[in-house]
């Protein structure tokens, strides 16, 4: 049985290719497929993610090399940033509790 | 219900904080606990993980900021490097396998 970590990682895989294997490039997002899993796996962190123009950011953001697509290496670093992200909003609630308490 | 993103997102985050907050500063892992998250979480992937020296090279490789401890920013780049790696051996494979048919 994979170990917690293993199954994260074969999770970030097959959900990448799930998308990314539906038009043109097997290996790539397009714009269309990058919206499609932003709307399916990310709605709600990215809550406005049906609003093209926020759709259009995240793909410039991420397609570093300019290719009009977004390779499994730039989802990757999204996807570490996002959890990054998701870390520290979770550790830093408890400490604005707790100021919250004191003030 | 979590989409699969952000049940490997929590993953990532539970089981860094599992090892993390056993020793020492709760939010960084250690020598001591990085060793086991290595052997516990990712020996499949890093055979050799029982043996110090790879734990060292694994360590110093991480730890960024050089404070002798590994946080959680350092730790999913390590994992966004696995992955990487991971996504890279399985598209490789059938690349090989038909070039092997071929020769």
Chains 1, 2 share one sequence.
Do not use: W
């Not at 950011?57 to 977004?70: F, H, I, S, T, W």
């Amino acid at each position: 049985m994979p170990s917690n970590l293993e199954s994260a990682m074969q999770m970030l895989i097959k959900t990448f290719h799930k998308y990314s294997g539906k038009e043109g490039d097997k290996y790539t997002l397009s714009r269309g497929e990058l919206k499609e899993l932003l709307i399916e796996e990310l709605g709600s962190y990215l809550g406005n993610s049906k609003d093209n123009e926020a759709v259009e950011k995240v793909m410039n953001d991420l397609d570093a090399n300019n290719d009009g697509e977004v390779d499994f290496t730039e989802f990757i670093i999204l996807m570490g940033a996002l959890t990054v992200a998701c870390n520290d909003f979770f550790l830093d609630k408890p400490k604005e509790d707790s100021a919250a308490k004191t003030d």
